[in-house]
Each structure stands twice: as C-alpha cells, then as structure tokens.
Antibody, heavy 120, light 108 residues
Framework: EVQLLDSGGGLVQPGGSLRLSCAAS????????MTWVRQAPGKGLEWVSA????????SYADSVKGRFTISRDNSKNTLYLQMNSLRAEDTAIYYC?????????????WGQGTLVTVSS | EIVLTQSPGTLSLSPGERATLSCRAS???????LAWYQQKPGQAPRLLIY???SRATGIPDRFSGSGSGTDFTLTISRLEAEDFAVYYC?????????FGQGTKLQIK
C-alpha cells in the first residue's frame, strides 16, 4: 500500500526557516517524480515545487522561487522541502504527492498534509 | 500564466441527480493536459481524471471528463452521498501547473 507521511510543519516567525519531510513507502520511491502542493486555510490548491525521480531536475512556482528548495534522498525514501525567508502568505497545509507512472505532472497519491503557520 | 475558472462556485443537487462541473481556461490547454481532483473536508485531494478524459485507477465510471482547448467538463452521472465534496481542475501544460478555484458540490 502506498503511503506518504508528511511532517515538519509548525509555527515559525516571518523570515524564519522550516524543513518539511515526506516519508514514502509501498512503492519504488526512486522511480517516481514527486511534488509539493499547498493549501492556505479555507482556500484552493497551489502547486509549489516538483522534482524528477533521480533528483537531477527541479521546478518551482514563482511565488516560492529563490526561497524554497526541493530535494530527495532516495536511499531514505524521503522527500524534503526546505523553506527559507518565510512570509505570512506561506501559511498553508503542505501536501507531498507522488506522480503517476504515466505522466510526471499528474499526482495519484497524496500525503495527509502538514500545517505551516508563519506568524509573529 | 493560464488561469482556470471553474463554474459554478457552488452546486446544490440531490443524490441520484447528474452533476456537470465546468472548467474554462484563459488559453488553450494543449494535448488536453488537464486533471480533476476531489477533496473532502480534512482530507488530501484525490485524483479522478487526467488527460481530460481518462479515469484514474479505482475511480467509479459514474465520473467522466470531457473537453479540449479551453473548455472542460467533469460529469458525475448519478450522485452518491460520498460525492459531495470540492472539485478542482488543474492544467499541467504550463510551468505554473495552475489549479482552478474549485467547485463545491453540496447536498440540496
């Protein structure tokens, strides 16, 4: 059974940093691109970042480019999102998601999400 | 950037009725790179449809997607109690991979 366990969220002050993790199991993690999607409280979904299966290529939404870094450790079956220079508008639930086998930009399994709150 | 506009914002129907949800793009979504996701309160999104009309694994056949270019539709043929949720479309042709603002499907 595919499982994605998001963790690392919490309360952080504006300008601070946080690292999110997503522990994967139930599939060959190293074979699939992964992504992060976020959802501000009571709002819709926003794609944040994606990484290829081998970790050699990454992409970011303009709203986080230069502040967030996506990475993965295929030996640990874990996806990361390093978030720096956090702003109030980064407050959201962050979901990691696994790409399908057919298209790397379609996501068939999602974590339960981890809440990031940026506030003083 | 492609802007996706979903309509209606809220749809009130009864179980057994047919639901038609619309997703309109500000520019053509080439090769029908459009997906639909369902989200229930307190849960992560769930993939329903990809490539505009292909059902994801395990999705009941009462869910169907159609459309091309700038106009896409998600149809639920006969609503069941578990279908009442928020539905999002997403384009994945652009680097922004934009989501629509969502349609809330609620029980009438």
């Amino acid at each position: 059974e595919v499982q994605l366990l998001d963790s690392g969220g919490g309360l952080v002050q504006p300008g601070g940093s946080l690292r999110l993790s997503c522990a994967a199991s139930g599939f060959t993690f190293s074979s699939y691109p992964m992504t992060w999607v976020r959802q501000a409280p009571g709002k819709g979904l926003e794609w944040v970042s994606a990484i290829t299966s081998g970790g050699t290529a990454t992409s970011y939404a303009d709203s986080v480019k230069g502040r967030f870094t996506i990475s993965r450790d295929n030996s640990k079956n874990t996806l990361y999102l390093q978030m720096n220079s956090l702003r109030a508008e980064d407050t959201a639930i962050y979901y990691c998601a696994k790409a399908t086998g057919g298209d790397p930009r379609v996501y068939d399994y999602w974590g339960q999400g981890t809440l990031v709150t940026v506030s003083s | 950037e492609i802007v996706l506009t979903q309509s209606p914002g809220t749809l009130s129907l009864s179980p057994g009725e047919r639901a038609t949800l619309s997703c309109r793009a500000s520019q053509s979504v080439s090769s029908s790179y459009l997906a639909w996701y369902q989200q229930k309160p307190g849960q992560a999104p769930r993939l329903l449809i990809y490539a505009a009309s292909s059902r994801a694994t395990g999705i009941p056949d009462r869910f169907s997607g159609s459309g091309s270019g700038t106009d896409f539709t998600l149809t639920i043929s006969r609503l069941e109690a578990e279908d009442f949720a928020v539905y999002y479309c997403q384009e994945y042709v652009s680097s922004a991979r934009t989501f629509g603002q969502g349609t809330k499907l609620q029980i009438k």
